[in-house]
């Protein structure tokens, strides 16, 4: 059933309470007009409850749920990072001699990414910083660093693939790519 113009006023009058009774559940007052936000969203869109009387009551239950999704979706989200974190941190780096074969196309592609994600790849890969001084730098937080950095792989993955064809899939350390980053030829 949709909501009558009268139930709609009482979730609308009903606005601080509702932002009072999120702010006091979650970490942030931001947060909270974020769930209300949402909450409104899906009462609009959802079942509302046939008794107009029972409106505030069933809102007061799409909010507990939304704080419930809420903390689900930020645990789910920090076992990924710190999933992906330790995979990150174990990773091997090469011999001094091995980073110098290295195919040459890779600094003049790097140039054709975005400046973010060039700069990523500078600080973590190329001058072994941390996540944590990207993100520093880069004025964003930590877990926003290593979504940067996996993007910026990825995106210079594809680039290397385009570049460099065949030569890319079978890591070639004596390819003869040309710095422009324009097709190598093998020898």
Not at 21 to 28: I, M
Not at 32 to 43: P, S
Not at 47 to 76: C, G, M, Q, T
Not at 87 to 102: C, K, L, N, Y
Request: hydrophobic residues 40%.
């Amino acid at each position: 059933m949709i909501l009558s113009p009268e139930a709609i006023a009482q979730l609308v009058d009903g606005h601080r309470e509702f932002l009072a009774f999120l702010e006091k559940r979650v970490d942030s007052r931001a947060v909270a007009e974020d769930i209300l936000q949402a909450a409104f969203v899906r009462g609009l869109e959802g079942e509302a409850p046939v008794d107009e009387e029972k409106v505030i009551a069933w809102f007061y239950r799409v909010l507990r749920n939304a704080v419930i999704d809420h903390y689900r979706h930020r645990a789910s989200s920090s076992r990924a990072m710190e999933t992906w974190g330790r995979e990150f941190a174990v990773g091997e780096t090469p011999s001094f001699e091995v980073q110098q074969q290295v195919c040459q196309c890779v600094a003049g592609l790097m140039a054709s990414l975005k400046p973010e994600y060039s700069e990523a790849l500078r600080v973590v890969d190329i001058d072994d910083g941390s996540l944590s001084q990207l993100a520093e730098r880069a004025g964003i937080s930590s877990e926003n660093a290593a979504v940067r950095v996996h993007r910026a792989r990825k995106a210079l993955r594809l680039q290397v693939q385009k570049a460099c064809g065949t030569c890319a899939d079978h890591g070639c350390l004596d390819c003869h790519c040309k710095a422009d980053g324009s097709r190598c030829a093998q020898a």
